[in-house]
């Protein structure tokens, strides 16, 4: 017997009984994203290799460990994207959406990383991206934070997420940071975890993420990054503060909050939760007005995020909120009666629509028939036999709730059938 061909570790298949779950999501993120004018864009999954290793940087985990980088047949080095923020900024730039335009943009779709796989974290990964473009200051990093912030009212999460904030300030900022950073830890160098002290070489702010409890304690005496902003770097975030404060969104400012990518400058954010254990950010973005012209662009000012589907869903799935069924109305035949039958729920579709209507195909008992009317979650079953072909009626059984069954003229059956799902719903 052959082996069975199974899924890659990490890459998970979508069964139809979790679909539905995804779906309530998405439309929701949809309708708020729409409230806000923000427009979809969608990319490839794949991209020249280049492009994450000058937006990401060549030294950040991501490129050096967990790309799935390859060489296809013309020898051109693909990767399938690790996120989406490069993707949309190459996209915007050759198609000429930034030269002298403000550009409100969202994406979703899989993202790829070779990591351990846990729970929250997986090798195929799936996240809904917002970016924006050609706006400078503080009032889109509060739009785009109040914009999450209504999403998470939207799904009902509202009481489980915090939001964190800090400012990175600019390059300049952040190198002279840097030199204080080093040289304070490089007299702590013995008390750092060993990932930390190999990112105090070649990322010392990197170290300012570590979860290590010795490095962390090393850390409660480390130079403040929000000593070292500029007027307008600190200008900037005391105006975004104000703003969050005027509309009643509360935050906690984290100094240690930094970012995974080097593009990041000024705001940076995240959504975290501690329902989810060791993977507790589910939201997170920032400013990036420097991203444009590092790959090619002229200077753009930029602000986005990224929520991660896998760990909404796993939050979601601990209050499960009530989804509509798959299947509202379940149509039987009984004898041969099949043609009419079908002719019926195709009627039935065009009377009744955003209704789902499912026909029973294959035959069997009414006992069996009755079994899968039941599993398919519908709440009224229309039953066509010989008797009721003849008279010009359907027998209308109720699946859920109190109402009794009941033979319903066919002219009469849209009506019937519509205010008795309403009563159910």
């Not at 009984?17 to 708020?32: A, H, I, K, M, S």
């Not at 290799?49 to 030294?59: A, C, M, N, P, Q």
């Not at 986005?304 to 299947?327: D, K, N, Y």
Request: hydrophobic letters at 40%; aromatic letters at 6%; charged letters at 25%.
């Amino acid at each position: 017997m052959s082996k069975k061909i199974t899924s890659i570790r990490g890459m998970n298949d979508i069964l139809p009984e979790q679909t539905g779950l995804w779906l309530w999501l998405e439309e929701r993120v949809r309708g708020v994203l729409a409230g806000y004018g923000y427009r979809e864009i969608r990319m490839p999954i794949v991209e020249q290799t280049d492009l994450f290793k000058r937006s990401i940087g060549e030294v950040t985990d991501i490129v050096e460990k967990e790309m799935y980088t390859f060489d296809d047949r013309n020898g051109d080095s693909l990767t399938l994207r690790p996120e989406g923020t490069a993707s949309c900024v190459r996209a915007c730039e050759q198609h000429g959406l930034l030269y002298n335009q403000v550009q409100r943009l969202w994406y979703a779709g899989p993202m790829f990383r070779h990591e351990r796989p846990q729970a929250g974290r997986y090798r195929q990964f799936h996240q809904i991206g917002v970016e924006t473009f050609g706006m400078d200051g503080p009032d889109i990093d509060a739009e785009v934070i109040l914009l999450t912030a209504r999403l998470w009212k939207a799904l009902g999460l509202a009481d489980k997420v915090t939001l964190e904030l800090n400012s990175l300030g600019d390059s300049d900022d952040r190198a002279r940071y840097r030199q204080a950073l080093v040289s304070y830890l490089k007299g702590h160098i013995d008390q750092l975890d060993e990932d930390s002290q190999k990112r105090l070489e070649r990322s010392p702010l990197r170290v300012l993420d570590s979860k290590d409890a010795g490095t962390r304690q090393v850390l409660e005496g480390a130079p403040q990054l929000a000593d070292y902003l500029n007027d307008d770097a600190r200008a900037h975030f005391d105006g975004l503060k104000a703003l969050l404060d005027a509309n009643g969104v509360r935050y906690r400012i984290n100094p240690y909050l930094v970012r995974g990518l080097d593009y990041y400058g000024k705001t940076v954010f995240e959504w975290t939760t501690e329902a989810l254990g060791a993977q507790g950010t589910v939201c997170a973005g920032g400013r990036y007005d420097g991203l444009v012209e590092q790959l090619g662009g002229k200077p753009t000012p930029a602000v986005g995020f990224a929520m991660g589907v896998e760990r909404l869903i796993l939050l979601l799935e601990q209050q499960m909120p009530e989804l509509s069924p798959a299947v509202d109305v379940y149509v039987m035949a009984m004898g041969d009666v099949l043609a009419p039958t079908m002719a019926l729920a195709e009627q039935l579709r065009d009377g009744l629509p955003g209704k789902a209507v499912q026909l029973h195909c294959g035959g069997g008992s009414f006992k069996s028939q009755m079994k899968k009317a039941d599993r398919s979650g519908a709440s009224l079953a229309l039953i066509v036999g010989e008797d009721e072909l003849a008279n010009g009626t359907v027998t209308v059984k109720p699946l859920r709730g109190q109402a009794e069954q009941q033979q319903v003229a066919r002219d009469q059956l849209a009506a019937v059938v519509t205010d008795l799902l309403a009563i159910n719903q």
